[in-house]
């Protein structure tokens, strides 16, 4: 290792040792200096050496933490990236079928119509049971229709937002 006079030079690597440290090939570190333009931070006996603090971002890719998204989004992937990327989706896709994690929309819609043709049985034959079995006077039954009335619509709307949700992905 060298000897290090300043403090700040222990932050300042060869192409060499970035390399080592990282191990990276030191032909693949050096064209991702050269294509980032990265600025030299000083020569050592006839060598550029570069700040960590510039070679981190260029090497691993994420400079801004909204790059992120950049980097996850398909449609700014070179071909390669974007064809590997869509295979791991599928694969992440199947797997999710397998253990039940993921259904299909026309399953999903099926089960969210029994369960709502349930629900509406149920609503339907509660006031008649109220009166039959528990003797409500009709100024109850009344009421009770009311607040079943307001339970349908709430959920006939939220299944609707939920149709109209579908709609737009």
Do not use: C
Request: charged share 30%.
């Amino acid at each position: 290792m060298s000897n290090i006079s300043n403090l700040g030079d222990a932050y300042n690597w060869s192409v060499a040792k970035i390399a080592e440290a990282f191990g990276l090939n030191r032909g693949t570190v050096r064209k991702r200096l050269l294509e980032a333009n990265t600025p030299i931070a000083d020569t050592v006996r006839g060598n550029p050496v570069y700040a960590l603090k510039d070679v981190g971002p260029v090497l691993f890719g994420v400079s801004e933490p909204g790059d992120i998204d950049d980097i996850q989004n398909p449609d700014k992937m070179g071909p390669k990236d974007r064809k590997d990327w869509y295979q791991s989706e599928n694969e992440r896709i199947k797997l999710e079928e397998s253990l039940k994690q993921l259904l299909p929309a026309s399953e999903a819609h099926r089960e969210m119509a029994l369960l709502v043709k349930g629900i509406s049985q149920v609503l339907d034959t509660w006031p008649d049971k109220l009166e039959r079995d528990r003797g409500w006077r009709p100024d109850q039954i009344a009421e009770a229709q009311v607040a079943i009335d307001e339970m349908r619509e709430m959920l006939a709307a939220e299944v609707m937002t939920i149709e109209d949700g579908d709609d737009d992905s």
